[in-house]
């Protein structure tokens, strides 16, 4: 087992960053109930507010449009929840926590490259008059690809309906901008670009329907009852302000997957004919099951994915693969690797000589015994 270890798993967490660290303690240290009028609680309340501006100014919002919540799950539920609509259509790679936050959604398929199709989008609002929300999210988490945000809010909003954005993946990645974009809901997880996990955001544009999913104090302007995570929040504010200049790593994507190409030709690169996140690669290892991969690679001292990190720790067929298209046996091969704020471009080195072993050892001869017999 090797001393050190390569990180490249960050669309599933990425490491936190020293300057939130300091914040997280700091608050800890300080204490203080942000409803709180004496100076304790006055502290408390400033911390609150400062990282309430810092989270707006990272995706364009007024700081009045966020509420803090415990992560992007929650988020996605009070977003779905929250907006009143009973009709749902959503795209068919969204994050569970959208495709299992309520029942009867209409599913709306997209295309080979993983990006919604926006006739079945506007044919399937034009079906009912049934006023609608719509959720597409704005990077895909298994596959990094973009969706068309402003386009599937222009179709939206012509036809009367809400549009939800679960922005998890994007933020802290690329540019994201609330106000640009036009939606109506926003979801963000702090942990996905440094800050803490256990909190995160709903970005509620002014004059939105929404209806909290709790009721207690006033906390949040009366849209999320609870005693707010200061710490958290303080942590996810310096986060967010870090993450301001995004990730420049796409020359080292685009080296990554030309490395492994060579190596298997006959790899697939899921969603490379699509604008990408510039941290994410979802590449085949032909002949190689995903979870030998994982487990291979974690030998080796890298830390990858198969897919997405929110299932318990199983390793499990993509869906999101499956609604591109992708044959079941070949899905069953995806591995995922993605970078993030700490990466170094020795990390991605690193990873190319332990998929050449691999592949070489497993891959390559399972593939040349198969096609001699």
């Known amino acids: 087992m090797p ?21 997280v303690v700091e608050a800890l240290r300080a204490g203080g109930n942000p409803s709180s009028v ?7 309340r400033a911390r609150v507010d400062s990282a309430r501006r810092q989270v ?14 415990s992560g992007g799950t929650e988020a996605n539920n009070s977003a779905l929840a929250g907006a009143g609509r009973r009709r749902m259509l959503v795209s ?31 044919k399937s609002l034009a079906a009912s008059d049934e006023p609608a929300l719509v959720s597409v999210m704005f990077a895909n988490n298994e596959t990094g690809v973009l969706q068309p945000i402003a386009d599937v809010v222009r179709v939206a909003h012509a036809a009367g309906a809400l549009v939800h954005c679960d922005a998890v993946q994007g933020a802290g990645k690329v540019s994201v901008d609330f106000s640009g974009l ?32 709790r009721l207690g104090g006033g906390q949040e302007s009366n849209r999320r009852a609870g005693t707010e995570n200061v710490a958290g929040i303080a942590g996810f504010g310096i986060a967010a302000t870090e993450a ?20 298997a030709p006959t790899a697939q690169v899921y969603g490379a004919g699509a604008d990408r996140l510039p941290n994410t690669t979802c590449i085949s290892m032909p002949g190689v099951r995903a979870e030998t991969q994982v ?30 298209g992708v044959e079941p046996a070949e899905a069953e091969t995806a591995l995922r690797i993605s970078f ?8 991605i080195e690193r990873l190319i000589a332990a998929w050449r072993d691999l592949y070489t050892r497993v891959g390559y001869s399972d593939i040349g015994h198969a096609q001699a017999a």
């Open 38 to 44: 004496h100076r304790v609680g006055r502290t408390a």
């Open 92 to 122: 068919a790679v969204e994050h569970d926590s959208v495709l299992k936050a309520a029942t009867g959604m209409e599913i709306l398929s997209v295309q080979g490259n993983g990006i919604v199709d926006l006739g079945v989008l506007e």
């Open 295 to 324: 487990m291979a690679l974690d030998l080796a001292g890298i830390c990858v994915s198969a897919g997405a990190a929110c299932s318990s720790g199983k390793v499990t067929r993509s869906a999101v693969l499956l609604a591109m």
């Open 182 to 213: 036009g939606v109506d809901y926003l979801s963000l997880s702090a942990h996905k670009f440094g800050g803490p996990a256990g909190i995160g955001a709903l970005v509620v544009r002014g004059g939105a329907p929404f209806v909290p999913d």
């Open 3 to 23: 001393d050190a270890f390569t990180y490249l798993d960050h669309n599933a967490t990425s490491p936190l960053r020293p300057a939130a660290f300091d914040a």
């Open 56 to 69: 707006a100014a990272l995706i364009g919002a007024r700081p009045s449009e966020v509420v803090f919540t």
């Open 244 to 263: 301001r200049s995004g990730l420049a790593t796409t020359e080292w994507r685009d080296h990554l997957e030309a490395a492994l190409l060579e190596i």
């Open 340 to 347: 993030g704020w700490n990466t170094c471009f020795d990390d």
